[in-house]
């Protein structure tokens, strides 16, 4: 499994920002995306539910954060 974190290349902005998002994406085994319990992700949104019906939990995992 590897890991993507968003280290910045020789311009000092993130590769993906460069490369383009989906390359780096697609580059990877597994996408974990971790986002806080609020905004889009506060409640139980119609289009929150539709987002996370993407991810199927294994290879590509939605992780919501509650309030600290």
Partial sequence: MSAYRFR???SGKPAWLTRGISEVIDSHDVLIVRVDQRGLFDGHRQ?????AGIFDGEQNQLIVHGPS
Avoid at 47 to 51: G, P
């Fill in 8 to 10: 910045p290349n020789h």
């Fill in 47 to 51: 289009e929150a539910d539709v987002l």
